[in-house]
């Protein structure tokens, strides 16, 4: 029975990731849909902690309520709420079902109900399903008794993130300080390369230490410096940017330190500077490499006593700021040839921390694309915008000189080119791989037009058998209405195996 599943994983000793992932794993079966999401509500956006039965790039998803009328009544009732068949308002999931692979279909069937923990609300859980009349009555009233359960679960989970976060000696709940600072500057992702990243920089954040990032253009390196001063003591303090590339080397020094009235034409009045503006927080120095060698040695000096001094004043001041920055050159060339100062670059790398590029992640972007075809959804006015499989295959495939920065101005560019290719804003618009523009297209994916089956060439051969595999899985299932019996009878796979290999490709 469900409630005896449900009740088996409260009490057994299991990751929460891996609690929830079950959870939802297990209302999608017993409830026989598409799809299960558990979404958390975060200041107006719900984002999604564990879901089932969807594309990957879904989990990368950022649903902002107001545009999503299905998830705001949902959230506006404390009883299950159901839309009929023929509802007109968008499904957040239209497109995004894995049991189609390569449709656009629309979700025909949808319930779901608000989670509340201690009296607030703490977000939702959907069901989705293709076709229409899929839940029942009875199966709206199971869902209202199974919430219970599922508040458990997710009450279970916090408490264990509180604790971990009190050993640690950091902020249980972090949101209260940058809330919406903290959903635009938020880190996407579930690589093993980055969750090692925030590990280390959660670690080195409970010091003073300063903190150099390295890493190519594009990475990423002010979300990560964010990610430290968040999880900091100093996060109730402010965090202060400072692109050094564009600072003008006679404005330099006033812009970190200040200066007085007079100090120079055009000071017509006393202003502070940078450190002073961060004083008890984080100052950012974004492509420190840039740095006049001038600025340097007073840099050093606030790095040594924290002590500045405004430009045109006698009178030295006391700072308490921690300082991070960031780099994509190579500062120990630098220091050789004369460019950087030997002793700044040591105190600036007290700990180096590099960030690895985009095409050390590949599990990152299918996450990462959904986050930006949401947010290109979102300006467009679309009713729904996804991939092609074969656009998936071309974002995994190519080799990303400008990393992050690139992934959002490809998957920008393809929404808008689907537009003026003439897609309907009131469709799924869906982004093939020759809307995305990219070297590898051609050379890594054509169709053979007998049975339409991707031909995989100039890209590892792992990559390409994985990709064959998830393409034969998905149709076997989509020729058997979702049958994962009759598609590994087809698959001639034993039906245990077949689940276990749908798992390790992400299908399931």
């Known amino acids: 029975m469900l409630e005896e599943s449900l009740i088996a994983d409260l009490v057994t000793d299991l990751p929460a990731a ?31 902690v564990a ?68 009296g607030r609300c703490w977000g939702v859980i959907t069901l989705d399903a ?6 029942s009555q009875a199966a709206i009233y199971e869902l209202q008794r199974y919430s219970l359960l599922v508040e458990a679960a997710v009450r279970m989970t916090e408490l ?4 971990r976060a009190l050993r640690l000696n950091h902020h249980a709940d972090e949101q209260q300080y940058e809330p919406a600072a903290k959903q635009r500057y938020e880190l996407i992702g579930q690589s093993k390369a980055l969750q090692q990243i925030l590990q280390e920089l959660t670690v080195v954040a409970s010091s003073d230490l300063p903190v150099l990032l390295l890493g190519e253009t594009g990475v990423g390196k002010e979300l990560f410096a964010r990610h430290l001063h968040r999880s900091s003591a100093r996060a109730t303090k402010p965090m202060i940017y400072i692109n050094c590339a564009a600072l003008p080397e006679n404005l330099a020094e006033s ?36 740095l006049p060698l001038s600025v340097q040695a007073k840099l050093l000096r606030v790095l040594q006593d924290g002590e500045i001094q405004r430009l045109g004043s006698d009178k030295t001041r006391q700072v308490n700021v921690r300082l991070v920055a960031a780099t994509n050159r190579d500062l120990k060339q630098q220091v050789k ?58 974002l995994l495939s190519y080799d990303w000189p400008g990393n992050v920065r690139e992934l959002e101005h490809v998957i920008s560019r393809a929404a808008i ?63 058997h209405n979702g049958s994962w019996s009759l598609a590994a009878r087809q698959l001639e796979l034993d039906p245990s195996n077949l689940h276990k290999l749908a798992q390790r490709l992400g299908l399931k």
């Not at 293709?130 to 839940?135: M, R």
Request: with cysteine.
């Open 18 to 48: 891996v609690r929830l992932q079950r959870l939802v794993s297990t209302l999608r079966s017993h409830f026989s849909c598409g799809a299960v999401g558990l979404l958390r509500l975060e200041h107006d956006v719900l984002k999604p």
């Open 337 to 394: 040839c004369g460019e950087f100062r030997a002793d700044l670059y040591h105190r600036l790398s007290v700990y180096p921390l590099p960030i690895p590029p985009l095409r050390e992640r590949p599990d990152d972007i299918p996450l990462l694309a959904g986050h930006f075809l949401e947010l290109n959804r979102s300006r467009l006015g679309l009713r729904a915008l996804r991939l092609s499989s074969d656009a998936e295959l071309a």
């Open 51 to 118: 879901l089932h039965g969807l594309v990957r790039e879904a989990q990368g998803r950022r649903f902002v309520v107001a545009q999503h009328p299905r998830l705001a009544a949902i959230l506006a009732s404390r009883n299950p709420v159901r839309f009929e068949p023929e509802s007109e308002l968008p499904d957040p999931y239209d497109g995004l079902l894995a049991e189609q692979p390569g449709q656009a279909l629309p979700v025909h069937d949808c319930m779901g109900i608000a989670l509340y923990i201690e």
């Open 417 to 479: 080119k689907a537009l003026s290719h003439g897609a309907s804003r009131t469709d799924i618009v869906t982004l093939g791989a020759v809307l995305l523009d990219l070297d590898t297209v051609p050379a890594a994916i054509t169709h053979n037009e007998t049975n339409d089956v991707l031909q995989l060439s100039a890209i590892p051969l792992k990559q390409a058998v994985n990709q064959l595999q998830r393409q034969m899985i998905q149709q076997a299932i989509s020729q």
């Open 255 to 290: 812009e970190l330190f200040g200066h007085n009235k007079g100090a120079f034409s055009g000071a017509h009045s006393e202003r502070a500077g940078r450190f002073e503006a961060a004083d008890g927080g984080t100052l950012f120095l974004d492509e420190v490499g840039e």
């Open 130 to 135: 293709l076709q229409a009349g899929s839940f």
């Open 160 to 163: 264990e993130q509180a604790n």
